[in-house]
């Protein structure tokens, strides 16, 4: 199966600076069809989680666009370019290209300083 | 809008049965797959299977921990899809999650299943 493995597992961040979270694969998430199938997700305390980007940079619709995914291959990213108090909860990357058809991170916490 | 409104749930004795149901709305259900994932308290998101549409032939795949003891399936007239838990231990208490299989763009809102003697 394949592993995801994120970093770090805790994030405190000021208010209005940048946050960068870390999302590693232990296999390609390249598909056969060409697309990557990298996903993010934010949890907010005693919610669901509400899916942020997918296809490794697409924002959904709501988002705001401080939230930036990048990354291909293996090594991905999540960006809060300034993080605001709403962003508090755990985030978590979701892999849907291999075997079991979706496995997620371990989780990062964000928290506010 | 669409919304996926989760039902079932509660205690039950190890080695019990529980029917979880997620009522679809806003969307073709029909033609989507649906999945189910669920969360050990205080612990990540867990991959728990999922149910192609009719027209890709309606099989369903779980994980390795739930395999034989859960069945997913769905009522494409009700719009709904149903997570049937037999066996239950106490290593199955977790919020249990539907949510739709294009890579989890929609999510019911959750409902606990404890397990406990």
């Known amino acids: 199966d394949v592993v995801m493995t994120q970093s770090p597992l805790s994030l405190p961040v000021t208010l209005g600076q940048p946050a960068s979270i870390s999302c590693r694969s232990s296999?390609?998430?390249?598909?056969?069809?060409?697309?990557?199938?990298l996903s993010w997700f934010q949890q907010r305390p005693g919610q669901s989680p509400r899916r942020l980007i997918h296809k490794v940079s697409k924002r959904d619709s709501g988002v705001p666009d401080r939230f930036i995914g990048s990354g291909s291959d293996t090594d991905f990213t999540l960006k809060i370019s300034r993080v605001e108090a709403d962003d508090v909860g755990v985030y978590y990357c979701?892999?849907?290209?291999?075997?079991?058809?979706?496995?997620f991170g371990q989780g990062t916490k964000v928290e506010i300083k | 809008d669409v919304q996926l409104v989760q039902s079932g749930g509660g205690s039950v004795r190890p080695g019990g049965s529980l029917k979880l149901s997620c009522a679809a709305s806003?969307?073709?259900?029909?033609?989507?797959?649906m999945t189910w994932v669920r969360q050990a308290p205080g612990e990540g998101l867990e991959w728990i299977g999922r149910?192609?549409?009719?027209?890709?032939?309606?099989?369903?795949d779980y994980a390795a921990p739930v395999e034989g003891r859960f069945t997913i399936s769905r009522d494409d007239s009700k719009s709904t899809l149903y997570l049937h838990l037999n066996g239950l231990t106490t290593e199955d208490t977790a919020v249990y999650f539907c949510?739709?299989?294009?890579?989890?763009?929609?999510w019911g809102q959750g409902t606990l299943v404890t397990v406990s003697s």
């Open positions: 296999e390609s998430l390249l598909h056969t069809d060409g697309n990557t199938y």
């Open positions: 949510a739709s299989d294009d890579d989890g763009a929609y």
């Open positions: 979701m892999q849907g290209t291999r075997w079991p058809p979706w496995t």
């Open positions: 806003g969307f073709s259900f029909e033609y989507i797959w």
């Open positions: 149910i192609r549409s009719k027209t890709d032939g309606g099989t369903s």
